[in-house]
């Protein structure tokens, strides 16, 4: 049962242009969505996160939208430059106890930024 | 704080041999989970520590697998009677939670098994 899904395993785009992610979640008891960049040999870093009672928080070049009732979100990346080039991850968790507060992730995308 | 650090980086062993990762976290943080990675795969929860309790075992956690973490401060993952199918990137991560904001965590580099 995959609860966070990212359903483009990748995604080529140029320098200067806009990267946009996908991410879909089945549960509507998830509260926080957070993205996460992972290079090659290093473990994933926290990129942005926003909580379900927004629909758009920014920081600097990354936008996460989220669209509560097609439990839909996206991050935007502009302009894109190439070391963003990495897999990203979409992460969700929930204020439920049973749910743990821990992260459940989708399968990531892979960002290629060309020159 | 140099962040959550993992040793060894990577583990070849054989088939049926036991094997430990150790995870260091960043100090102040209270919360220490442990996630599984395969190729081509996100991560995927194993278990998690509030200080030196463990609070929840996902059922990927057979009862070949079992973690620690004395005192609440480092932990460790043991697999026993490892298969080829526990090959993997096995990570480490840890935060500090409250009660507003998102659950932010922090990973380590992670340690790659490989079970030949």
């Known amino acids: 049962d995959q609860q966070v899904k990212q359903n483009s395993p990748s995604l080529s785009v140029q320098e200067g242009r806009i990267s946009i992610l996908n991410c879909d979640y089945t549960?509507?008891?998830?509260?926080?969505f957070l993205w996460y960049k992972k290079y090659p040999a290093e473990g994933p870093t926290f990129l942005i996160s926003i909580s379900s009672i927004k629909d758009k928080n920014e920081d600097g070049r990354f936008t996460v939208f989220l669209n509560k009732s097609a439990k839909h979100l996206s991050l935007h990346i502009v302009p894109s430059q190439p070391g963003d080039s990495a897999v990203y991850f979409c992460?969700?968790?929930?204020?439920?106890?049973?749910?743990?507060?821990?992260?459940?992730f989708g399968g990531g995308t892979r960002v290629l930024v060309k020159p | 704080d140099t962040g959550v650090s993992q040793n060894p980086r990577h583990k070849i062993t054989k088939r049926g041999q036991n094997v430990t990762f150790r995870c260091d976290p960043i100090?102040?943080?209270?919360?220490l989970y442990w996630y599984r990675q395969t190729l081509g795969q996100g991560p995927e929860f194993l278990t998690y520590?509030?200080?030196?309790?463990?609070?929840?075992k996902s059922r990927l956690l057979s009862d070949r697998f079992s973690a620690e973490r004395p005192k609440g401060s480092f932990s460790t993952l043991e697999i026993q009677r490892t298969e080829q199918g526990d090959s993997a990137m096995y990570l480490c991560a840890s935060s500090l939670v409250s009660p507003w904001g998102a659950n932010v965590l922090t990973f380590g580099a992670g340690s790659r098994l490989t079970v030949l």
């Open positions: 100090s102040e943080h209270n919360r």
């Open positions: 520590f509030q200080n030196e309790a463990q609070l929840e």
């Open positions: 992460a969700a968790s929930g204020i439920i106890k049973a749910a743990g507060n821990k992260l459940t």
């Open positions: 549960n509507s008891m998830f509260d926080y």
